[in-house]
């Protein structure tokens, strides 16, 4: 036997909706992260400004030292000491590095190793003895910075644009000035130009100038987006708790209110309200407390429907006992075909009654299966008011009439409904009013349409010329059982259910059904039933 699946237990945090709301926005975080830490775009405009300062930068320097060469033609040759002078002058950046090499690509001058004659000595202690701490913040950008560049995908970036420097002095030599971003041996990530120095046509040399600072801006730039990040991921955590609280919670509350109504004998009262959100929980609220209402209504109207049925069919059974007994006793022919015939009619009167019965109780059904249509009105009203001339009967001389006003009978009048549950409700008003016409008399079907705050209806009116119906049970006859018959009428030919099943039908058409008395000059001449319904054209 499959066991029985029990309601909410589990906890917020472990949720499916709850995980789904948290890393839906994590996700989307962590984009975002990973996008605004590589810093592709930013990373390749410095990149690219940086070349082009160096580039010129060394089309000035390359131009100097040509123009203070000395010799021309094949016999020009650098002059070592004035293009030394000339570094010096440069007011070059710290992290950039600038080297001379000569036509045999022998290194004649190097800006880091320019100062290696000057005399270090250390500098004496600060007052009070107080070392200068490193900032904690520093130590750990650095850890950051570290682990970011040693991803495994930065470091095959690495090895493929790893720094060649004989081949760009190769190129340079012949004329052609290189320039790009490289790796060196030591990992650092550089923008380097290669130029040649000539003089007239003769290239002397080559000047590099190089820039190491290019990762450090970009790692300062990646360190200041840390606080938003962290905004962002605490904006986010925020958004989840909210989106959790106002969707999770609410669910898990409705989820359970529907298992206290499914286990238990607690009611509509357990569904919480949410209509005040104006959102889709709120609708989902309304709708089970809609449905619920609904289920213990069917629940309530099934257990009235039980016990009616139980009370109705008591009474055949009653008859049936006290005349099967009675026979036993009886001592002419005549007494015996009295008790037989009240048997039969009291068998009759059960099998109509468990027809009628089986009838009221399958509406409910039919209407869920069917599919609702349009239905043309006074099509479905001829039809069946032709079928009840072409089968009149002379025990039923009772004439039925169909009146519709001049001005409908060129116009098409729909409704939206069930169409053969529908033409149930008109055979049971006309048999109904048939049953209470009297011989010779005409039961009228009208239709008719009006306007109704601003909406369009469609009402139809059957009429009989019968005793009419006691005021006070101008709303009783639509209860199941209800059996005022007139004087005459064979007692048990009826059940009364047939009312009722109309009630039930025209309510399921948005409808609504009622009774009234006819009356002339004070004196009531018969009854009508009104059915008023929503038009569809």
Not at 270 to 276: L, M, R, V
Not at 462 to 473: F, L, T, Y
Request: with cysteine; charged share 30%.
């Amino acid at each position: 036997m499959k066991e029985q699946r029990q309601g909410p237990r589990r906890s917020v945090v472990f949720s499916r909706l709850t995980r789904v709301i948290f890393l839906s926005h994590l996700f989307g975080l962590v984009i975002l992260t990973i996008g605004s830490l590589t810093l592709n775009q930013y990373s390749k405009g410095l990149i690219e400004a940086r070349i082009e300062n160096l580039q010129s930068q060394a089309r000035l320097i390359t131009s100097i030292m040509g123009d203070t060469a000395t010799g021309i033609g094949v016999n020009a040759q650098l002059d070592v000491e004035r293009s030394r002078d000339i570094i010096k002058r440069l007011n070059l950046p710290d992290e950039w590095r600038i080297r001379l090499h000569d036509a045999g690509q022998n290194l004649l001058i190097d800006s880091e190793t320019m100062g290696s004659d000057l005399q270090l000595t250390e500098l004496p202690p600060l007052e009070g003895g107080e070392d200068i701490e490193t900032g904690a913040s520093s130590d750990e950008g650095t850890t950051f910075t570290n682990f970011l560049r040693n991803l495994p995908w930065r470091k095959n970036i690495r090895d493929r644009n790893r720094r060649d420097l004989s081949a760009e002095l190769r190129i340079a030599l012949q004329g052609n000035t290189i320039a790009g971003e490289k790796y060196d041996a030591e990992d650092r990530h550089i923008v380097t130009v290669s130029t040649p120095v000539m003089r007239v046509k003769e290239v002397l040399g080559v000047v590099t100038l190089e820039s190491y600072d290019v990762e450090d801006i970009i790692d300062r730039e990646r360190m200041s987006l840390l606080p938003f990040i962290g905004w962002a991921l605490f904006a986010s955590l925020i958004s989840s708790i909210a989106l959790t609280m106002s969707i999770v919670f609410p669910l898990r509350d409705l989820s359970r209110a529907a298992e206290v109504v499914a286990r238990t004998n607690k009611k509509i009262d357990q569904i919480p309200d949410f209509s005040y959100r104006k959102d889709e929980i709120g609708d989902l609220s309304v709708m089970l407390g809609e449905m619920t209402r609904g289920l213990y209504s069917r629940i309530d109207d099934i257990a009235n429907f039980a016990a009616d049925v139980a009370h109705e069919v008591k009474n055949p059974l009653t008859s049936l006992r006290s005349a099967s007994d009675t026979m036993k006793h009886a001592k002419t022919k005549e007494q015996r075909e009295k008790l037989i015939r009240i048997i039969q009619d009291d068998v009759g009167r059960m099998d109509r009654l468990i027809t009628d019965i089986s009838k009221a109780s399958k509406v409910d059904a039919n209407l869920a299966r069917e599919k609702a249509g349009l239905i043309n009105l006074p099509e479905l009203l001829q039809n069946v008011i032709e079928l009840y001339e072409t089968t009149k009967s002379e025990e039923m001389d009772v004439s039925v009439q169909f009146n519709m006003p001049d001005n409908l009978k060129e116009e098409d009048i729909y409704i939206r409904g069930f169409e053969t549950p529908f033409a149930q409700v008109v055979r049971n008003l006309i048999d109904n009013a048939q049953t209470f016409s009297p011989k010779g008399g005409t039961v009228k079907v009208s239709l008719q349409t009006r306007t109704e705050n601003k909406a369009r209806r469609v009402t139809i009116t059957v009429d009989d010329d019968g005793p009419g119906i006691p005021p006070e049970n101008l709303e009783t006859v639509f209860e199941r059982f209800y059996t005022e018959r007139p004087k005459g009428a064979q007692f048990g030919s009826h059940s009364g259910l047939g009312l009722a099943i109309c009630r039930q039908i025209v309510t399921a058409h948005k409808g609504f059904i009622f009774a009234e008395n006819r009356e002339e000059s004070t004196v009531i001449v018969g009854a009508r039933f009104t059915i008023n319904l929503p038009r569809q054209g």
